[in-house]
């Protein structure tokens, strides 16, 4: 079914248009055309269109973590409770657990998958093959080697894109090039492995690092570390936090200054509260064991150590313009185009452009989301 969308600034991925009219059809960007006033139109009121937000690093939403309720339900709910904030594509994200959760998840995405899931990407497994001095709020009785049945589970390829974030140094050597050969994206983090250790990942397949800054260590005079080598090498990609809890704006700002461009993504490593009401796991919730807080935007366990977060994409993005100081163009690419190319998607994800996926959010003058469209079917928010 063909739909024309009118009267918005379009933001194509690479300039902001005007006077276009936007033709959809079967789930995909048709064309850009002169308005047509012959033809019947959604008028967007002169809102700001973009591409959708893709979130690579989600654990949960809408009252749901997806450790707790790895099964098809707790993926609609997540994906749910995020489009509200922009996000069209997502991978839910199983945090350290036991191999029973880890195949639970696994079978839920290709079921969600098969049902046609809207806004589902494939899935990520963070952990459980981390350094237990970089845990965070990781399980530890959870930490453990990887094994041979691990490799063939993430190999996999019924699942979309999957995603590992582990520990290079924990693992043992051609791990990482094993699962990049298999279309994996092996993602660096919690983890404190040194600018060597780090720097032979990178020449195995390492694709990026899971929330550059945040359970690792910091860079050195004389050892750069990870972070030093994930700053310098040019072709991977950081996924980065922007609620100006996880990492300072000013180091974040340094970060995006020495990045090579195209190459920083914004991802929430969102948590059951984004999207929750009150009582359905808006002030708190348990993980591993553990009572998480939420207070002034921090989910925290009792001893302070931070556990995911409180936010949502539409949120980064006004984030990485006010306290990183980014164009807005630039902060709408961290959110979409980038993600799309470190999944290997962004020849029809990230762009607003003929071919390309009819994914898509309306946003007001305050970034603030009024509507989405995945696949080409509106959702009002």
């Known amino acids: 079914m063909k739909q024309i969308l009118r009267n918005a600034r379009i933001f194509t991925g690479d300039e902001i248009l005007q006077g276009r009219d936007l033709q959809l059809a079967d789930g995909v960007i048709q064309a850009l055309l002169p308005p047509d006033k012959t033809v019947d139109a959604i008028d967007l009121n002169g809102g700001l269109l973009a591409p959708g937000f893709i979130d690579c690093q989600v654990n ?47 079978d839920a995405v290709r079921a969600a998958r098969r049902d046609g899931q809207p806004g589902l990407l494939g899935l990520h497994f963070e952990g ?90 910091a860079p050195q005079s004389r050892e750069p570390g990870i972070v030093g080598a994930a700053l310098a090498d040019p072709g991977s990609w950081c996924g980065i936090i922007v609620d100006g809890q996880h990492v300072h704006p000013a180091t974040l700002r340094n970060a995006l200054a020495a990045k090579s461009r195209r190459h920083m993504m914004l991802v929430t490593d969102a948590m059951p509260t984004v999207g929750a009401t009150v009582g359905a796991a808006g002030h708190g919730f348990r993980l591993a064991g553990q009572t998480v807080t939420v207070k002034d935007g921090r989910c925290t366990t009792a001893d302070g150590t931070l556990a995911g977060s409180n936010l949502d994409m539409a949120t980064a993005v006004r984030n990485t313009v006010a306290l990183l100081e980014q164009p807005l163009q630039e902060a709408l690419r961290m959110a979409s185009l980038y993600p799309a190319a470190f999944l290997g998607l962004d020849d029809r994800r990230g762009r607003i452009a003929p071919g390309y996926c009819a994914d898509l959010v309306l946003l007001d003058d305050d970034l603030k989301v009024q509507r989405t469209w995945i696949g080409g079917q509106m959702a009002m928010h």
Not at 137 to 163: C, E, N, T, Y
Not at 188 to 200: E, K, L
Request: charge should be negative.
């Open 60 to 106: 949960g939403g809408g009252g749901v973590l997806f450790n707790d309720q790895p099964d098809t339900s707790a993926i609609a709910a997540i994906a749910q409770a995020h489009r509200t904030f922009g996000t069209t594509g997502l991978l839910p994200t199983l945090i350290s657990d036991d191999w029973a959760s880890m195949t639970a998840a696994a």
């Open 128 to 217: 459980p093959y981390l350094n237990p001095a970089r845990k965070g709020a990781h399980d530890s009785g959870q930490i453990r080697p990887l094994d041979g049945q691990a490799m063939d589970l993430f190999s996999a390829k019924d699942l979309g894109v999957v995603v590992v974030t582990l520990a290079p140094e924990m693992v043992p050597g051609e791990t990482i090039a094993k699962l990049s050969q298999a279309g994996v994206r092996v993602c660096a983090g919690h983890s404190a492995a040194n600018y060597d250790q780090t720097v032979a990942a990178l020449a195995e397949g390492l694709r990026g690092f899971t929330h550059l800054f945040n359970a690792m260590p």
